[in-house]
């Protein structure tokens, strides 16, 4: 059985709006704070987590972005990691995806992630859904948090993890720091 991985990017305040400031949300940006050391050991730190996942889950908006940002085509051993893996996305406006090895999820989000855990086996991780997670969260459908926390508050921006229903009992199971200035914090779900 598979277990779904939230793994966001984050303020320390829980925003995950806009980080590159592409958006142009006033707060946005925020990713660009950080050193290129900070932004080498997180990069490295992305790749590790991609060479391990059995598969990713995204949005619509998701999977909208990464092809905005030219992830389809890109070269090198994060990208080919990316472009082999498994890629499922909800939603019921795309039809045909460019993306090597991705395939559209239609129906009622909750029965489609779920038959994709029964499905699978290993990690499928969800990369910065802002309007997924929530749904999966509510749904108890999440089986660990990976955030990867940013030293900055925006003050204001979508924080997915503060809409995800009702209270959510988190266990830590790992925490370090990524660069000098990132820390990775794992928490596992409590059924």
């Known amino acids: 059985m598979g277990r779904i991985v ?18 142009g949300f006033e707060r946005g940006g925020w990713f660009n704070t950080i050193g290129a050391g900070d932004r080498e050991a997180w990069a490295l730190s992305e790749f590790e987590e991609a060479q391990s996942a059995a598969a990713l889950l995204m949005g619509r908006r998701s999977y909208e972005y990464f092809m905005a940002r030219g992830w389809g085509s890109r070269t090198g051993d994060w990208a080919d990691r990316l472009r082999s893996l498994p890629k ?9 995806l460019e993306w090597a090895n991705s395939t559209v999820l239609r129906g009622e989000v909750v029965t489609e992630v ?6 699978l086996d290993g ?3 969800v990369y910065a859904s802002g309007r997924l997670v929530p749904t999966l ?52 779900v409590a059924a």
């Open 123 to 125: 990690d499928i991780v």
């Open 137 to 188: 969260m509510e749904h108890g459908l999440v089986d660990e948090l990976r955030l990867m926390v940013y030293p900055c508050i925006a003050g204001a921006g979508d924080r997915p993890l503060a809409s995800a229903g009702k209270v959510r009992d988190l266990r830590l199971t790992g925490s370090r720091s990524v660069g000098d200035g990132l820390v990775l914090l794992t928490y596992e």
């Open 114 to 119: 779920s038959k994709l855990k029964e499905a």
């Open 88 to 96: 499922y996305v909800v939603s019921s406006t795309l039809e045909d």
């Open 6 to 23: 939230i793994s966001e990017t984050i303020t320390v305040d829980g925003v995950v709006q806009d980080p590159t400031g592409d958006d």
